[in-house]
Nanobody
Framework: QVQLVQSGGGDVQPGGSLRLSCAAS??????IGWFRQAPGKAREGISC???????YNADSVKGRFTISRDNAKNTMYLQMNNLKPEDTAVYYC?????????????????????????WGKGTPVTVSS
């Protein structure tokens, strides 16, 4: 079955850390991205890594969030440190498969009329004291 299965997330206090995971099955990860949607707000691309080698991180998460992947496990991760209440949102992983056309990471994260092919179902993250 072709899918992205997310895990991680949950409730955390401000200043805490969480790691989100997203395992791909049925295809090989190439370009990857993490997106989030807070209540009442539009979806936001926060961290993307293209198969062309480029990476984009939103200003709101720079220095705190890190996107990574384990090719052997065909899994992507988002390490989130120093979490803030404004990071509260539902987080989605997304990916394009190896062999698809590659786009720069900036395009993957910021161009709203481009959607990556595969999406996770989302996992909520709540940052609150």
């Amino acid at each position: 079955q072709v899918q992205l299965v997310q895990s991680g997330g949950g409730d955390v206090q401000p200043g805490g850390s969480l790691r989100l995971s997203c395992a791909a099955s049925g295809f090989t990860l190439d370009s990857i991205g993490w997106f989030r949607q807070a209540p009442g707000k539009a979806r936001e691309g926060i961290s993307c890594n293209s198969g062309d080698g480029t990476t984009y991180n939103a200003d709101s998460v720079k220095g705190r969030f890190t996107i990574s992947r384990d090719n052997a496990k065909n899994t992507m991760y988002l390490q989130m440190n120093n979490l803030k209440p404004e990071d509260t949102a539902v987080y989605y992983c997304a990916a394009d498969a190896l062999g698809e056309t590659r786009h720069p990471a900036l395009v993957l994260c910021l161009i709203t009329n481009y959607d990556m092919t595969y999406w996770g179902k989302g996992t909520p993250v709540t940052v609150s004291s």
